[in-house]
């Protein structure tokens, strides 16, 4: 219930709230910044009637171009945590 009132007060600020932590893998500051980068764009590919492969495929290309200097493996795992925010699964 806490979590759904903070939720509420961030969506006021037009700002999301990504899990700091999981049970294996830690999320960093720029993998949550990165994350919520991506919502937009897994958005706008849900619309699309391609696979859901190609989507996450487009997307990490993208956000890979955007920020070149980021570590792949974090554009990769910003996405994974993107998909479960957008799908409301986090």
């Known amino acids: 219930m806490?979590?759904?009132l903070i939720d509420w007060f961030l969506a006021k600020r037009g700002e999301r709230?990504?899990?700091r932590s999981s049970q294996f893998l830690e999320l960093t500051?720029?993998?949550q910044a990165l994350a919520?980068?991506?919502?937009?764009?897994?958005?706008q590919m849900d619309k699309k009637p391609f696979r859901g492969e190609y989507k996450r495929r487009q997307v990490y290309a993208q956000?890979?171009?955007a920020f070149p200097a980021?570590?792949?493996?974090?554009?990769?795992?910003a996405i994974e945590v993107a998909v479960r925010m957008v799908k409301g699964k986090l």
Do not use: F
């Not at 919520?36 to 958005?43: N, V």
């Not at 980021?70 to 795992?77: E, F, G, N, R, S």
């Open 36 to 43: 919520i980068a991506s919502c937009s764009l897994i958005a």
């Open 2 to 4: 806490i979590l759904r």
């Open 29 to 31: 500051p720029r993998v």
């Open 63 to 65: 956000l890979v171009r």
């Open 70 to 77: 980021d570590l792949k493996m974090d554009v990769a795992l």
């Open 17 to 19: 709230r990504a899990a």
